[in-house]
Structures are given as structure tokens and as C-alpha cells.
């Protein structure tokens, strides 16, 4: 099993590499969409394809939702919300299922693994580690918060009817049917992140994952039957975003939609959701400062500094993407972040030994290329990477760029690859503007033993999140999302309940 040598291909090819036998059968069969608790064939009966970006190879052929699948499965969502089973169950109950898919999600956690690597490229060792655990981990923590989930009693004090006496009190109920549309970034683990939330809120749920990326997502759809789910409470259809995602956000009978993806996209949401001003909750893009003070204990900031761009190959909505170090440990950081990209063994995700596997896609290396590209045109300059290596497979060099000014497009947008840029800064004052200078507020970072410096950071950070002397550490307890344009709302912890529950106040006179 081989890894990259320079820019030479691979030594094995990845068939040869050892799969789950039941993993080859979910990519040797054909996935149909999960509507009303069956496996049913697109009403057009269009498929569509989705790859291994490893190798470019097909990995498996999946039904393709359109307008027409979307109504069926917003119509199934809609029944299975007003009778049947699902809203006459208790609270805990639903806890109980959600919890149950928890465990399955674990029981499975090999096959999950290699699933996701294979349609997505991350490494085999990140799959297991982060992905499926995480994802278990968010369905048992919204599982806790099924039977939580109150209302209030409140004093009222009416005074144009002196002498009435009132109960008054808050009823927290369920938005209804929620539409959520996710990326291919993380596939499984943002598909928890959304129906975590929505199933513990008593919701029902049409879920269009990504189509780079649908295979764990489907099964996913298997498992929530196993657990006992009723028919009709989570519908699964893939289908192109610009169709059955744009019927989904414009469907008038959902009541919520959840959308992770690019900002551009997100804009079109809120347009495809006024008609019926459904809900909207939105986690978009990031360009994410990471901000690194000479103070910093080094052996925690230069391998922090390159993961926080380089974990998922940059493919992270908060990617520590914009790095700023202070005058005097510029070339040491920038150095050693270049150094760690060096040592990086990039190949295909299933071998064990892979750090960083390809792009997704080819357009999203076209995408990526573009960038880096675009950069050297604009007179930065690259301390390691800055090369598409060559196929099969959609690779690119881990890339430190450096020479850059704030007005550079690699500056300024979201690039969503392997790929930093470095800024040296003098003092606390300069970089919180420069840190702060984007339309986004996702993720920052921050690092520094001084611990009035790391407070004082984190609060003038324009972000969601600022992690210090850390990065990219998500918990299904930690919310998570954006100032300004990275989003509306807030995913996980408590707060994300907020969002799929809604307050009905009642006031009876006594
Ligand atoms: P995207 O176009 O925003 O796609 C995200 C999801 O939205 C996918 O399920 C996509 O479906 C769907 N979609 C696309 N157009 C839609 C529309 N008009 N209405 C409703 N749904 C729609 O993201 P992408 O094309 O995969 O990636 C492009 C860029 O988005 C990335 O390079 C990155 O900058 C950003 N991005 C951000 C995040 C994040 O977590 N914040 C994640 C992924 C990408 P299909 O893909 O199946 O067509
Ligand atoms: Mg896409």
C-alpha cells in the first residue's frame, strides 16, 4: 500500500486495499431514496453516480430526487408529524430511539468508517476516530434532551383587569416538518448534527444529503428503520441541490430549513424559503483567523497552527485559513507549519498510514487549484505545497503561502482546500482588525500563555467560536456557529434545541 512520492503516482492501487465485505455490498448495490419508511425508486427513475476520490472510480449508483420525490417525502414527513405513531409517544420514548440509533451508529462503527472514507476521501484513521464517535456521541446527547425539554409557568400582572387572576404558562412544541440539506464535508457527522436536534424536538424530518457524498447518510436511513423509528418520521433523498434541494427550501409545507453549505447557496435558501416564511437556521462559510502570539508555547501552536488548516484537507467550514503570528516567531511558526505540511503523508484515506487523502471532487481541486493559482499571480509565494499532484485521485499539496496582503482573493475567500495563508502582525491592537476584516465569523483562534491576552482576544474576536491554544474542537455539548455571514442560529449544546422547538404561551383566567 503506497503513499505519494513527490509527484508520482501510487505504488498499489486502492482495490487492493482491504474493505468490510458488507461495505463492498453497499457500494455493489443500488440506493433507492427512503420515503415513508420504504426504499423506493425516484418517480423518474433517474440515478445518479457518486465516486471514490481516491481513485475517480464509481463507487455506487443512488436514486435522484427531484421536485416531484421532494413533495412524496414532504407529504410522508407531514402525516407521520399529525397521526400515527411519532407524536403520541412519550418524550423519553423518542429519547429512547434516538439513543438506540446512537448505539447502532456504533455497533457499525467499521463499516461507517470505510463507507465515508470511500465516498468522501478522508483518512481511514480520522473516520474512525472522529466521525462515527462523534456521531454517536450527538445522538446520545440530543437523546438526553428529549424528556427536558419544558415550558415555563409565569406570573402575570395584567393591569387594565384589576382583581383577574390568571395561570399562565409556555408550552415548548415542535416546529413540524423541517427540510435539511447538509454538505459532503462531513457527511455522517453533520447529518447527526442536524436530525440529532430535530427528532429529540419532536419534529419530522426530510434530509437531502449531498451528492459527492450520500452513502452514510442511506444507510444511516437503514438504521434509523432498525431502531424502530415510525415510517415517515425521517425521509432520506439525495438529489441535486439546485432541484430537489431548491424544492425542499421552497416546499410550502415545511415549517424549518436547516441548510449547511456555502454562503452563495445559503442566500438562495432564504429566497426559496419566503413563500411560506418557513424557519431558517444557516451554517455557511468561514475564513477563519488563527492568531498566534510570540509567547506561545511552540510545540502546541506550530502542529495546532497546520491541523487547524489542514485537518479534513482544509475542507472545514471553520479552517483555521487566515494565519497571523507576531513579529519575531513569524519565520519559526510559518516554518514549522510548512514543515508539518511536508511530513504530511498524503494518499488514499483507507490506508491506515494516509494524514491527508484527496479533495472530494474534481471540481473542488479545479476549485482549490484556482485559488493557489491566483495567489502566486497576485505575488504570494508558497514555503511548501503549491502543487496538484498527479491522478488518479484528486490530490493537492499541503500549501503555506506567505508574501500575502489583505486584498489577495486567497485572503479573502473562502478557499475550502489545504491551504494557508500567513500575515505577521505587531502588536495585540493591529491584528484584532486584521483578524476581524471579513464578512465571516465563524472559528478564530487564539494562542498565548498570557491569559488576560486570551480573554481579551476572545471577546473582541467577531466569531462563533474561539478556541485558545487549541482548534477544531467540537462536543456535542459546545454550540457551534456563525457571526455575520457564516449563518443564522446555532448548532448542538442546548441552544440548537431552541431552534427546532417553538414556545406556545397559554393564559387561561381563573
Ligand atoms: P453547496 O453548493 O453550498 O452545497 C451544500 C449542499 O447544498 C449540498 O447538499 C448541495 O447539493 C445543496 N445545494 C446546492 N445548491 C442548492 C440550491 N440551489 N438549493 C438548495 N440546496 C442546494 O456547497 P458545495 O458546492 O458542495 O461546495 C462549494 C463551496 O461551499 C465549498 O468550496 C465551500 O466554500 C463551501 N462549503 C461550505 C461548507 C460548510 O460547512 N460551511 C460545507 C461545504 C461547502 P448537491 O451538492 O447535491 O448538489
Ligand atoms: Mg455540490
Request: hydrophobic share 40%.
Amino acid at each position: 500500500m503506497g503513499h505519494r512520492t513527490g509527484m508520482g503516482g501510487f505504488m498499489n492501487a486502492i482495490a487492493d486495499l482491504p474493505v468490510d465485505p458488507k461495505v463492498k455490498e453497499y457500494t455493489a448495490r443500488r440506493w433507492e431514496l427512503l420515503i415513508d419508511g420504504d426504499w423506493v425508486k425516484a418517480k423518474s427513475e433517474q440515478t445518479f453516480q457518486t465516486h471514490n476520490p481516491a481513485t475517480g472510480e464509481l463507487l455506487a449508483e443512488c436514486a435522484q430526487a427531484d421536485e416531484v420525490d421532494i413533495d412524496r417525502a414532504v407529504r410522508a414527513a407531514r402525516r407521520a408529524f399529525e397521526t400515527g405513531p411519532w407524536p403520541a409517544m412519550t418524550a423519553t420514548e423518542r429519547g429512547r430511539l434516538i439513543w438506540k440509533l446512537g448505539d447502532l451508529v456504533l455497533e457499525h462503527l467499521e463499516e461507517f468508517a470505510e463507507l465515508e472514507t470511500l465516498d468522501n476521501g478522508k483518512p481511514i484513521s480520522v473516520t474512525r476516530a472522529v466521525d462515527v464517535p462523534l456521531t454517536a456521541e450527538l445522538f446520545q446527547y440530543m437523546a438526553g434532551w428529549a424528556n427536558k425539554l419544558e415550558g415555563n409557568t409565569i406570573p402575570l400582572s395584567v393591569p387594565y383587569t384589576p382583581g383577574a387572576m390568571y395561570h399562565a404558562y409556555t408550552l415548548r412544541e415542535p416546529l413540524g416538518v423541517v427540510g435539511q440539506i447538509i454538505p459532503w464535508n462531513f457527511p455522517l457527522l453533520m447529518a447527526a448534527w442536524k436530525l440529532g436536534p430535530a427528532l429529540a424536538g419532536g419534529n419530522t424530518v426530510v434530509f437531502k444529503p449531498a451528492e459527492h457524498t450520500p452513502l452514510t447518510a442511506l444507510r444511516l436511513g437503514e438504521l434509523i428503520m432498525e431502531a424502530g423509528f415510525p415510517k415517515g418520521v425521517v425521509n432520506v433523498v439525495p438529489g441535486p441541490g439546485p432541484i430537489a434541494g431548491e424544492a425542499l427550501a421552497a416546499h410550502p409545507d415545511v415549517d424549518k430549513i436547516a441548510f449547511t453549505g456555502s454562503t452563495a447557496v445559503g442566500k438562495r435558501i432564504i429566497g426559496a424559503a419566503t413563500g411560506n416564511l418557513k424557519k431558517v437556521t444557516l451554517e455557511l462559510g468561514g475564513k477563519s483567523p488563527n492568531v498566534v502570539f510570540a509567547d506561545a508555547d511552540m510545540d502546541q501552536a506550530i502542529p495546532g497552527a497546520a491541523s487547524a488548516i489542514f485537518f479534513n484537507h482544509g475542507q472545514v467550514c471553520s479552517a483555521g485559513s487566515r494565519l497571523y503570528v507576531e513579529d519575531g516567531a513569524f519565520d519559526e511558526v510559518t516554518e514549522g507549519v510548512a514543515e508539518q505540511a511536508k511530513q504530511m503523508k498524503v494518499g488514499p484515506g483507507m490506508d491506515p498510514a494516509t494524514e491527508m487523502g484527496p479533495l472530494v471532487a474534481e471540481e473542488q481541486l479545479d476549485r482549490v487549484w484556482d485559488y493557489v493559482e491566483s495567489g502566486f499571480a497576485e505575488g504570494a509565494r508558497a514555503l511548501s505545497g503549491g502543487r496538484k499532484m498527479d491522478g488518479p485521485g484528486y490530490f493537492i499539496e499541503p500549501t503555506v503561502l506567505v508574501d500575502t496582503n489583505p486584498n489577495m482573493k486567497v485572503v479573502r475567500e473562502e478557499i475550502f482546500g489545504p491551504v494557508v495563508t500567513a500575515h505577521p502582525f505587531s502588536r495585540e491592537n493591529d491584528v484584532l482588525p486584521a483578524a476581524n476584516d471579513t464578512i465571516y465569523g465563524l472559528g478564530s483562534g487564539v494562542w498565548t500563555k498570557d491569559l488576560s491576552r486570551a480573554h481579551r482576544m476572545a471577546e473582541r474576536l467577531h466569531a462563533g467560536t474561539v478556541w485558545v491554544n487549541c482548534y477544531n474542537v467540537f462536543d456535542a455539548a459546545l454550540p457551534f456557529g456563525g457571526y455575520k455571514q457564516s449563518g443564522w442560529g446555532r448548532e448542538m449544546g442546548h441552544e440548537v434545541l431552541n431552534l427546532y422547538t417553538q414556545i406556545k404561551s397559554v393564559c387561561m383566567r381563573l
